[in-house]
Each structure stands twice: as structure tokens, then as C-alpha cells.
């Protein structure tokens, strides 16, 4: 996982944000544009075209039976069993070009979020760090854990330790930087990045263990003896103007514009869908 994040974030470090992070309209605009057309030229090269137009004009006439015989139930019937069955011949045809496209429009869709998801804490704010240990990593007990902060950053209120192993810290963002925060247990040193104040930019929420790190690619993948399990910091969404933010508004706007320029373009790509 940390291969492949480091590759995808080296990438897309240098494509994306070209008129900074303050200008987000761009990459919003330009990305989902891209996607939309990638995902026609890789439904036309690898779907069933025909097999497409057949099921679509299948269930066409299926359906103009049911409304021209809708009082002969025994014409009715057997239409409508084969409009169902052609439906479901049209969708097999779609889920090869899906299962393809997946992988790289959620790897898109992550960079883009892990840019313009979040933003700074600003000075004066308090937030939660909290820490969850790996319980199947042993000889770590929430009493071993300490913080080390730096200077910039302080603790607002003692630790909260509880028994299923998580320790949280309510901290204040004293000063802007993109401060260092470490955390120390058995021996050894986890660290998670806090961004305070400043102009826009990257920003990661977590550090984790799970398959979750493929969603926040910011930061390095914790080994896979360390004690910590993940490493969160709770976030503000970034003010993304007349587009929806954070995760889900990014997400949301990201698949729904790509999926209307592909509905645009479709006819110019010569694809059916």
C-alpha cells in the first residue's frame, strides 16, 4: 500500500493543483472531464457495443408490448419476462468496463479529496488526536503511550485512556507550520502531521493500518509491527466556493459531473451505453 501510494501521490502531486490549492475550480472542473472521456474510450474498447444495442432494443420492444397488449395478460406476461431478462443482459455487458474503470477513478478521486478535502486547522482551535493500538501487536497498554508535541502546538486537557485501547489528546493550534507531532510507546516513535493555519494545501485526517490508507494517501502506511493501529486528527472541511466540499461533496460532484460529460460525449465518441 505504501508503494503504490507514494507512486500515485509523486504523480499526482505534479498534475494536480497547477493554479494552486487556492483555485480548486480547476482541477474539479478539468479531472472529472478527463475521467468522463476515459471511461467512454475504455467502455468502447472493452464492452459489448452490439450486445449493448441488442439488449437495449430488446427491452424497447418488450416494453411497447406491455403498452400495446396491456389487456391481453397472456402476451403481457411472457413481455415483460423478456424485458427483465434483457435488463439483466444489458447490465452483464456493463460490469466488465466498471470492475476495469474502478481501480483508477477511485485513485483519481482520492488524490483529488486528499487535496482539496481539507484544510488547516486555523491558530487558536483545539482539536482531537486520537490514537488506536493494534491489539494484536502485544506488549503496548494505553499507559505506555506518551506525546511529544511540538513547539507550536499544545495539550488543552489530559489524555483520555480507555480499555479498548485508544488514547485521545485534545491539543491547541498555538502556532501555523506543518507541525510534527510524536508519539512514543514500547520503545518506539509513530508520527502524524498537523497542518495549522497558512495557505491551502495537502492535508491528511488519518494515518492507518486497514485498507482505509488507500483513501488517505498523504502520509506513509504504519508498519506492520508498529503499535498503532491508526492515527486520526479531526479535521475541517476546506471552503470549496460554489462546490460541494469535503469527502462525500467531492465524491458526490466527482462521479455526477464525469458521468454528465460522458452522457454529453458519448454520441461524439461513438459509444453506446
Do not use: C
Amino acid at each position: 500500500m505504501n508503494l503504490f501510494n507514494r507512486i500515485a501521490s509523486a504523480i499526482f502531486d505534479v498534475v494536480l493543483a497547477p493554479l494552486g490549492h487556492t483555485r480548486p475550480w480547476f482541477d474539479l472542473l478539468v479531472w472529472p472531464v478527463l475521467a468522463g472521456i476515459v471511461a467512454l474510450l475504455v467502455y468502447k474498447a472493452i464492452s459489448n457495443q452490439a450486445g449493448i444495442t441488442r439488449a437495449k432494443n430488446a427491452i424497447q420492444v418488450n416494453l411497447l408490448e406491455v403498452v400495446l397488449f396491456k389487456d391481453d395478460l397472456r402476451t403481457v406476461l411472457p413481455a415483460t419476462a423478456r424485458a427483465l431478462g434483457n435488463n439483466m443482459l444489458y447490465l452483464g455487458h456493463n460490469i466488465l468496463p466498471m470492475v476495469v474503470m474502478f481501480a483508477p477513478m477511485t485513485a483519481i478521486l482520492v488524490q483529488i479529496v486528499s487535496n482539496y478535502g481539507y484544510a488547516p486547522l486555523p491558530v487558536g482551535e483545539t482539536t482531537m488526536l486520537v490514537l488506536q493500538l493494534d491489539e494484536d501487536v502485544p506488549g503496548v497498554s494505553p499507559t505506555d503511550v506518551t506525546l511529544v508535541l511540538p513547539a507550536g502546538v499544545s495539550l488543552d486537557a489530559p489524555p483520555v485512556r480507555t480499555a479498548d485501547g485508544e488514547v485521545a489528546w485534545r491539543l491547541r493550534m498555538d502556532e501555523p507550520g506543518d507541525h510534527v507531532l510524536k508519539i512514543e510507546a514500547g520503545g518506539t516513535t509513530e508520527e502524524k502531521l498537523l497542518q495549522v493555519g497558512g495557505a491551502a494545501r495537502k492535508v491528511s485526517p488519518l494515518r492507518t493500518k486497514s485498507w482505509e490508507a488507500f483513501l488517505y494517501p498523504a502520509e506513509a502506511v504504519p508498519s506492520a509491527d508498529s503499535f498503532a493501529e491508526s492515527i486520526r486528527v479531526d479535521r475541517r472541511d476546506q471552503d470549496l466556493g460554489v462546490f460541494p466540499a469535503g469527502e462525500s461533496g467531492i465524491l458526490a460532484w466527482f462521479f455526477g459531473f464525469s458521468l454528465l460529460a460522458g452522457l454529453l460525449l458519448k454520441d461524439r465518441f461513438g459509444v453506446t451505453l
